[in-house]
């Protein structure tokens, strides 16, 4: 994995290098070693944005975060980062074994075969009779169970994108979560009460507030 830095009115420290070199490890992990990052960091006044660009010989990811304080805003970036990575690794996945699923007939049509829990019956007639009239079919008794497979283990993904790393007043949580493009944000007021933001299907945020 090549990793390259520009640092645009910042400096780029050991330690925000270290936090992204870790990071960007488990991605490579999920996408594979031929890979190229380039992180970009820009501080302009009080606004620290963090854009990290990870690109293979297939596709490229692109994730960018904003914040108060470089090392948030990095933490994000790397965070939104993996979550692609995951997504596209899941995505890739389910293409593969789908265009596996059906078995192909003749010419490459597929089959259909369709399964029942009642008993088909069956006329069985020997081969290399030139007719089967005037002899009598032998019955046979077919069962096909149905295919109750377990439900697949949900994949679960641990990740602090929806948490805000600071104290923010409603109208900051909103933005953040807007910027962040968040259904679920969590985040705690300036009194340092517990919140969440949840986007309804209607577009309208929802905020919960969690008893102390």
């Given at each position: 994995m090549d990793i390259e830095y520009t640092g645009r009115q910042t400096t780029i420290t050991k330690k925000l290098k270290t936090m992204a070199e870790d990071s960007l490890d488990r991605v490579c992990k999920i996408v594979g070693s031929t890979c190229k990052v380039h992180v970009i960091l820009t501080t302009e006044k009080y606004r620290h944005t963090a854009?990290?660009?990870?690109?293979?010989?297939?596709?490229?990811?692109?994730?960018?975060?904003?914040?108060?304080?470089?090392?948030?805003a990095l933490?994000?970036?790397?965070?939104?980062?993996?979550?692609?990575?995951?997504?596209?690794?899941?995505?890739?996945?389910?293409?593969?074994?789908h265009s596996k699923?059906?078995?192909?007939?003749?010419?490459?049509?597929?089959?259909?075969?369709?399964?029942?829990?009642?008993?088909?019956?069956v006329s069985v007639v020997k081969a290399g009779t030139k007719s089967s009239v005037g002899r009598k079919a032998v019955p046979m008794l077919v069962h096909s169970f149905p295919s109750n497979s377990p439900l697949p283990e949900p994949h679960v993904v641990r990740s602090i994108d929806a948490v805000a790393m600071r104290p923010m007043s409603l109208e900051e949580a909103v933005k953040e979560a807007a910027l962040r493009d968040r259904e679920v944000f969590v985040f705690r007021d300036v009194k340092g009460q517990a919140k969440v933001l949840h986007r309804r299907r209607d577009g309208k945020m929802e905020l919960i507030e969690?008893?102390?």
């Open positions: 854009e990290i660009t990870l690109k293979t010989k297939t596709y490229k990811l692109v994730a960018k975060c904003e914040s108060t304080e470089m090392a948030t933490h994000d970036a790397l965070g939104k980062i993996e979550q692609q990575a995951v997504r596209h690794k899941q995505k890739t996945t389910t293409i593969k074994r699923a059906g078995a192909k007939g003749p010419k490459g049509k597929d089959i259909a075969v369709e399964e029942s829990a009642e008993p088909v019956k969690i008893p102390m």
